[in-house]
């Protein structure tokens, strides 16, 4: 980036100024006996071999840099338990990782590796290991054999399989698969007695196992945008969960409005409905209160409410549902006009389509000034 002074622009730092700037970082770090080692957003091609002065540092943040490789210099690190990698352009996990016999904690997220070696396994004391969006197809069944694992993030990657070696991580807490290519739950997480959190969402999954249930330590289930198109009472029996996220998934045919806040909404502080109060809400939206309605869509109010769902699928679904109610639908007028502004380009033409279909002159005034 440039910099502007007085009014002229400053060519960028040379790699001679980066190196003598992670230089100074790494000499005070020697001085200090600092254990922590921050070399992050340095615009890094290399990291200086000085590092391995600095044998007393456990914390080395390496992140968005332009490293290429994991440098040498990192292996000279005895005491060294936990390297952030994250957004760099690292395209290969190197044999000498296995040196750091110490590490409980590699963040490579964001590198295109494309793999998983088989030498992970080498590094038998990793708590945390975090491969978010590293173009990985494919779970090596050497990682079953980092029986410490407490952690672990593959998320953001095309993986549509999960081998049985994953059933040997004893330890795993949190196991992060969002963002994939599954079409069914694992059958290896069955094994994993002491999971607290699954994050399955944005996959192809379509049945929820009923064996969740033996995972009595399960806190937190998140299946939004999914393929799911019913929910077992079971859930409503786990009574240690505390979260169940099933948002998104269109063929459940339930309104988001029926099952409580998003986790983004629950990350800005609202608090998650349990999974009783879940399984309660659907049930009573599909009995229509207990009695049985068999051909019953949501209310008028239901899908104006949806209108606002956090996911742009819910939202396109509302404004059809609502355009094909006809003129009954005026009182949505003006939901649909705020829909003409939606961020997503197939909300906004719903909505337009939706308010044509009402057809009062309030209705294609709307559109037509949407369309001006």
Request: glycine share 6%.
């Amino acid at each position: 980036m440039f910099r502007t002074l007085l009014g002229k622009r400053e060519a960028p730092p040379t790699v001679g100024e980066i190196n003598d700037a992670a230089e100074e970082k790494i000499k005070e770090a020697i001085r200090s006996g600092d254990r922590l080692l921050s070399l992050e957003n340095l615009n890094l091609t290399n990291v200086p071999d000085l590092v391995a002065e600095a044998p007393q540092v456990h914390t080395l943040i390496l992140s968005r840099n332009r490293l290429s490789a994991i440098p040498d210099c990192v292996f000279e690190l005895p005491k060294l338990r936990r390297l952030f990698l994250e957004d760099n352009q690292i395209n290969e996990f190197p044999a000498s990782m296995g040196s750091l016999r110490n590490l409980q904690s590699l963040w490579l997220s964001g590198n295109p590796m494309g793999v998983i070696p088989d030498s992970i396994a080498d590094l038998e004391n990793l708590r945390a290991l975090h491969l978010y969006a590293n173009g990985i197809a494919l779970i090596p069944e050497s990682l079953g054999e980092l029986h410490k694992l407490r952690d672990l993030e593959l998320g953001g990657n095309q993986i549509a399989d999960v081998p049985d070696a994953l059933s040997h991580l004893a330890q795993l807490r949190v196991l992060a698969l969002y963002d994939n290519c599954l079409s069914a739950v694992p059958e290896a997480v069955r094994q994993l007695s002491l999971l607290e959190a699954l994050k399955f969402f944005k996959n192809r999954i379509t049945v929820i196992p009923e064996w969740l249930i033996e995972l009595t330590h399960l806190e937190h289930l998140d299946l939004s945008d999914n393929e799911i198109s019913t929910v077992p009472d079971f859930l409503a029996d786990c009574s240690g969960m505390t979260a169940l996220f099933l948002h998104g998934n269109v063929d459940l045919d339930v309104p988001d409005s029926k099952l409580g806040p998003t986790l983004d909404d629950c990350i800005l502080g609202k608090k998650p409905l349990s999974p009783r109060k879940v399984i309660s809400n659907i049930r009573n939206f599909q009995t229509g209160r207990g009695k049985k309605i068999v051909h019953a869509g949501p209310t008028l109010e239901d899908l104006i409410k949806d209108l606002y769902a956090s996911y742009s699928g819910n939202r396109e679904k509302a404004a059809r549902a609502i355009g094909s109610l006809g003129n009954v639908a005026i009182p949505a007028i003006p939901a649909l006009r705020k829909a003409l502004k939606d961020p997503s380009g197939s909300v906004r033409n719903a909505a337009a389509w939706a308010l044509l279909e009402i057809g009062s002159p309030e209705a294609k005034a709307a559109v037509a000034e949407y369309q001006s």
